[in-house]
């Protein structure tokens, strides 16, 4: 099985989090699928704060063998949750990783990895992952840190699914999504803006897909969990509308070659 995803880029506040928290739920929620989630930011985890999550155990002590993973599962918005802890001081080994998700593997139907923005707390981490999906932001400074992480996965070779690119300000000073591809190399799956919702989604501890069905982030993210899971896009009122294929953005386009990914035959 090839479901372990993992969410990456050499830049912090990019959204790896947002991210990797609002596919795990959407996937769950939208498209029935069961899924783990797992903070493997090491250092400067989130997910548990994200979430305000309670915690007697986390990822540190599997990867410590001070216990089962099962003991470090929480489950919170339809999903499960391995949460890291901010306050671990004990030396850990990164690449038990993938030793110790790998039984957990035949257990979800995708397993989802927030990543740290450190170049070498993120190498176990693609080490582990099946697939990667970039995330930066459509400014050159955070595209080519960003490019840094691809760079990791090529060496590995751990296929690069696509790139999303997210909190998008001010398109007219920023890179575009052919643009983004021409410099990546990596097709874009998803556009998403920066919305001031997202402060509310924090502040309530709660995904935004859950918060806000309608919100174009959501509207987004689904998008994108439907090509992850393999199933069809819902179609905007505009398409209806005109159902040629000229009027289908990039990110479109390219999720729906991903959605026929799904079904093709895993290569790792
Ligand atoms: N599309 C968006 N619009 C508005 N705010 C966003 C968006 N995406 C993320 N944010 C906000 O940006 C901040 C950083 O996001 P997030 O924690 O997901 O980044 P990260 O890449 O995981 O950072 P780190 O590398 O520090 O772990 C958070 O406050 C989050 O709510
Ligand atoms: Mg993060």
New binding site residues.
């Given amino acids: 099985m090839t479901n372990i995803l993992a969410f990456v880029?050499i830049?912090?506040?990019?959204?790896?989090?947002?991210?990797a928290l609002e596919t795990a739920v959407s996937l769950a929620k939208h498209f029935d699928k069961k899924v783990l989630l797992v903070d493997a930011?090491f250092s400067?985890p989130?997910i548990a704060l994200y979430l305000d999550l309670t915690k007697d155990y986390v990822l540190q002590d599997t990867l410590n063998g001070q216990t089962l993973p099962q003991n470090a599962i929480y489950e919170a918005h339809g999903i499960d949750i391995i949460p890291s802890s901010l306050n671990y001081h004990k030396n850990i080994d990164p690449y038990n990783l993938k030793k110790v998700l790998q039984k957990y593997k035949s257990r979800y139907d995708f397993i989802i990895l927030?990543t740290?923005?450190n170049y070498e707390e993120l190498k176990p981490v693609i080490a582990t992952a099946d697939k990667i999906f970039l995330?930066s932001s459509p400014d050159h400074v955070t595209l080519h840190t960003t490019l840094k992480a691809a760079k990791i996965a090529q060496e590995q070779k751990t296929p690069i699914q696509g790139i999303v690119v997210?909190?998008i300000r001010s398109p007219r000073h920023e890179y575009n999504l052919r643009e983004i591809e021409t410099l990546s190399k990596v097709p874009v799956l998803a556009k998403?803006?920066?919305?001031?919702k997202?402060?509310k989604?924090?502040h309530k501890k709660t995904p935004l897909s859950l918060l806000d069905e309608a919100n174009t982030?959501s509207k987004e993210i689904k998008s994108l969990s439907a090509a992850i899971a393999g199933s069809p896009e819902q179609e905007s009122w505009l398409e209806k509308l005109l159902p040629l294929k000229t009027t289908l953005g990039k990110e479109k386009i390219n999720r729906d070659l991903l959605r026929q990914t799904y079904y093709a035959v895993p290569n790792k």
């Fill in positions: 880029s830049k912090g506040g990019v959204g790896k989090t947002t991210l930011n400067a989130n927030d740290s923005p995330v997210n909190r998403i803006q920066d919305h001031k997202m402060a989604s924090l982030i």
